[in-house]
């Protein structure tokens, strides 16, 4: 069997430069830098297998006229919210995901959200392009956070 492999938008990590199937078979690969919503009944009507990350897969996109070879979408996340899993079960459309993906980034970009609410990270850039500048004027913006610590509508201070 031959497969055409169609990445509907470049992921972060690059795709290996070859795919191993088993039984061995050839395949053509081809890989969008950008989704482009009108452009996509063209971009996957030839593929066997779809690899997406966010890019919505319709049922209208399943349906056989749209994508008549389609067997396989990939989606290279944790879930498979893109992807229209009924429209896929009607066609016996296999669809995977990549579990653990974001098994550093999450935790590490919540431990990053709490220093930046903690050291009131958004507030001091606000406050530091603000024009007439406090910053620039006084050297510091100390008397600021008592302000905006009242006016807050919820105490996260």
């Not at 009944?41 to 890019?55: G, K, M, Q, S």
């Not at 001091?124 to 610590?149: A, I, N």
Request: proline share 8%.
């Amino acid at each position: 069997m031959h497969h055409e492999i169609v990445a509907l938008e470049r992921i972060r990590k690059p795709l290996p430069p070859q795919f191993t199937f088993s039984p061995p078979t050839t395949y053509n690969r081809t890989i969008y830098d950008c989704p482009k919503p009108d452009k996509l009944r063209e971009r996957v009507h030839n593929a066997t297998i779809n690899l997406v990350t966010t890019i919505k897969i319709t049922a209208e996109i399943l349906s056989p006229d749209v994508t008549p070879n389609l067997k396989l979408v990939a989606v290279m996340a944790t879930g498979t919210d893109p992807v229209d899993l009924e429209a896929c079960k009607k066609r016996n459309i296999r669809v995977t995901n990549a579990p653990g993906t974001n098994l550093d980034a999450v935790p590490e970009h919540a431990i990053s959200l709490y220093f930046a609410a903690r050291r009131r990270t958004v507030l001091l850039d606000g406050l530091t392009r603000r024009e007439p500048s406090e910053w620039k004027e006084k050297k510091t913006l100390t008397g600021l956070f008592e302000v905006h610590r009242r006016e807050a509508s919820v105490d996260v201070w």
